[in-house]
T-cell receptor
Framework: NAGVMQNPRHLVRRRGQEARLRCSPM?????VYWYRQLPEEGLKFMVY????????ESGMPKERFSAEFPKEGPSILRIQQVVRGDSAAYFC??????????FGPGTRLLVL | QQQVKQSPQSLIVQKGGISIINCAYE??????FPWYQQFPGKGPALLIA?????SEKKEGRFTISFNKSAKQFSLHIMDSQPGDSATYFC?????????????FGEGTQLTVNP
């Protein structure tokens, strides 16, 4: 009965590189959410996906960020040309319905 | 109108005492209010949640009190223990219009002294 899995747990990138974060939802969960937590701050919604569909990306920066949840495989949050301000913890949550969300352990991204 | 304001920012309580964390919201369309507990280096873990059709929900030592008219809700931790030391986040969502994305408060860092 595995929980939400995220990898890598820690990721170091230099400015200008790409960061790719993966999230495997809990078994039976078809709703995936991504949130970002800046140091000493609360979590901010980024994007909500269901299988093969982006439902709500209103919290996603317009440039350099993209997300997908393919029919097979994990959900991926991609950050292109990373900048220092992208350094944060990125959390994925999954849900079997629209309500209760279960969070993964997060990916800590550090941009040098 | 999407904000959730949380207080206090930090809280120190003696073992056995009651910890109280408060949240206020603006969007009257919110209809689901969970509380999450987060330990350093970990993801948020769902603690307890309430819907606005009830004024109180209790699970073990944790109680949510909800005041719909005041647009406020609070978390009470009875008989606080050192193991409760963590950051607590309130949140709110409206599944119908926002796709259930959670709007979080700023967090409260709770320290329970032995």
């Amino acid at each position: 009965n595995a929980g939400v899995m995220q990898n890598p747990r820690h990721l170091v990138r230099r400015r200008g590189q790409e960061a790719r974060l993966r999230c495997s939802p809990m078994k039976g969960h078809s709703h995936v959410y991504w949130y970002r937590q800046l140091p000493e701050e609360g979590l901010k919604f980024m994007v909500y996906l269901q299988k093969e569909n982006i439902i709500d990306e209103s919290g996603m920066p317009k440039e350099r960020f993209s997300a997908e949840f393919p029919k097979e495989g994990p959900s991926i949050l991609r950050i292109q040309q990373v900048v220092r301000g992208d350094s944060a913890a990125y959390f994925c949550a999954s849900s079997p319905s629209w309500e209760t969300q279960y969070f993964g352990p997060g990916t800590r991204l550090l941009v040098l | 109108q999407q904000q959730v304001k949380q207080s206090p920012q930090s809280l120190i309580v003696q073992k056995g005492g009651i910890s109280i964390i408060n949240c206020a919201y603006e969007n009257t369309a919110f209809d689901y209010f969970p509380w999450y507990q987060q330990f350093p280096g970990k993801g948020p873990a769902l603690l307890i949640a309430i819907r606005p059709d009830v004024s109180e929900k209790k699970e073990g030592r944790f109680t949510i009190s909800f005041n719909k008219s005041a647009k406020q809700f609070s978390l009470h931790i009875m008989d606080s223990q050192p193991g409760d030391s963590a950051t607590y986040f309130c949140a709110a969502s409206n599944g119908e219009t926002s796709g259930s994305r959670l709007t979080f408060g700023e967090g409260t860092q709770l320290t329970v002294n032995p």
